[in-house]
């Protein structure tokens, strides 16, 4: 992975997705598929957070594809 | 993996699918299939749309094979 | 991934996790979930100590993601 | 992974292969085995093609073994 | 990954476990359990011997968590 | 990873199994179990040979363990 690039179009995607509060599911390499709304992002992570309002930190490394929900 | 170099076989062939709207299957670590036509890609990431429209943000450190759809 | 830069909001989480001694949940890339509390973080692995105050240390390289327990 | 340095063994091997047209399996981190020739290599990937002419490329990252087909 | 640097606090818990002899658990991305005392570790690899005295090499790309034997 | 260094003592290790000839296991992340003796190492694949003579380039990004043949 290259350096983290803000000007790279998936890093700005992901920051659209944050900005509009669009809900997503996100695909991990465990097959786990994460539903909710991106807080942030940074270099290494991720941060979800669900319906309960709870948060999940993801892992770059575990990142599989992202998607709007449906 | 080395850096993004645009000059690389592996990405000017997925460039050409981009030229030509080309669909493909695109395998990942997860065994997933994903069949659409890729609108994008950079240094980390794909972009792929599918007969809905729907776009889906994938990840190069998930890609396993891509090949033109039969 | 980047160098450990103590700074990154990811990083941060998991050091407020440390020290208000919060229980968490750990998913791994083996699909294992670890229920502990985090005792520390260094650039290639976190330590966790479960009820029976046992350690185990993770690589970074075998995190999905992570959240508060329930 | 160091850089692509086309005077190590494995690296010529494949150009070997390449060069004789040898059918190959070829084993992939999802479990998937391709058979077909290798067409090139480069930094990221390489290209095969199977029995109907079809072309897959497959990226580095997902290599676990290649042998000649039997 | 980091630098392979003995300072780190994950590198010198695994020296503590090799200089006391503590039988461990070693969990692997195949999701293998091999259960020895660990002999030595380099940069790249960890060398773990059972109660037959046989020796196993075990890259650190394929770690995932390490246990004390309870 | 680190850099191809020879004198770490995991190099070392593969190294003298490949100079007495020593048949071994070869445990991947696919799950593969690969038996037969190593012909050769380089920075980025090794090269094993089996009973019928046929030889198989695994890619060191594929290693998860390895030992003598009980």
Known sequence: ???YDTSLPG??????YIKDKQE???KLV???LIVGKILWQDADSLCL???YN????VWRQALVFLKPKA
Chains 1, 2, 3, 4, 5, 6 share one sequence.
């Not at 890093?11 to 659209?16: K, S």
């Not at 709870?54 to 930190?57: G, M, P």
């Open 1 to 3: 992975m290259t350096e």
């Open 11 to 16: 890093i700005r995607q992901v920051q659209n």
């Open 24 to 26: 997503v599911e996100l």
């Open 30 to 32: 465990t097959d786990d």
């Open 49 to 51: 957070v669900d319906h």
């Open 54 to 57: 709870q948060q999940t930190l």
